[in-house]
């Protein structure tokens, strides 16, 4: 979380209105055309992975009938799962794919609670893989309307307004 709102401060700094920012992200969208130096990877690069560790650590319990009674309502509603944010839908971008790429995300966070709460499916809410991690790196985490509100500018992309 820290280094998520150090990065917010940066992009506050350098860019003190919506309209630099929008104009510093169109002018990085543009197509670049001279020619780039490739990027070379240092083959050498390597590391130790997978070694198994034990960690001791609450964790929040989830229900996973709940989630699922969601991903139903949500199916129900409109045929499918769509991001509240974006729209995303997987059908729509891998309709081969089987089985369904959007999460369940807890309007409220659990962690915020020191002991157990009663969630409804109101509480809940259809997010893209994207939109969830992004959400969650909001300081204080937004809201999701407030998310939409914020970064959402339609079927072009996610830009803060």
Not at 72 to 78: H, K, L, S
Not at 109 to 136: G, K
């Amino acid at each position: 979380m820290k280094k998520a709102a150090e990065l917010w401060a940066t992009m506050r700094d350098r860019y003190s209105t919506p309209e630099e920012h929008l104009s510093a992200l169109e002018e990085h969208l543009q197509p670049k055309t001279r020619l780039q130096p490739p990027v070379v990877a240092d083959i050498e690069l390597s590391a130790i992975e997978g070694d198994p560790r034990m960690f001791f650590h609450v964790r929040r319990e989830r229900d996973p009938a709940l989630v699922e009674a969601k991903r139903r309502e949500a199916n129900a509603n409109n045929g499918r799962m769509e991001c509240e944010v974006c729209g995303f839908t997987t059908q729509a971008i891998f309709p081969s794919l089987e089985g369904e790429v959007c999460e369940i995300h807890h309007r409220l966070p659990l962690a915020s609670s020191s002991d157990a709460v009663e969630t409804r499916l109101e509480d809940l809410a259809v997010l893209c893989a994207n939109c969830h991690r992004a959400i969650h790196r909001t300081d204080s985490l937004m809201s999701v309307e407030d998310f939409r509100a914020r970064f959402y500018c339609g079927p072009t992309g996610i830009i803060e307004r």
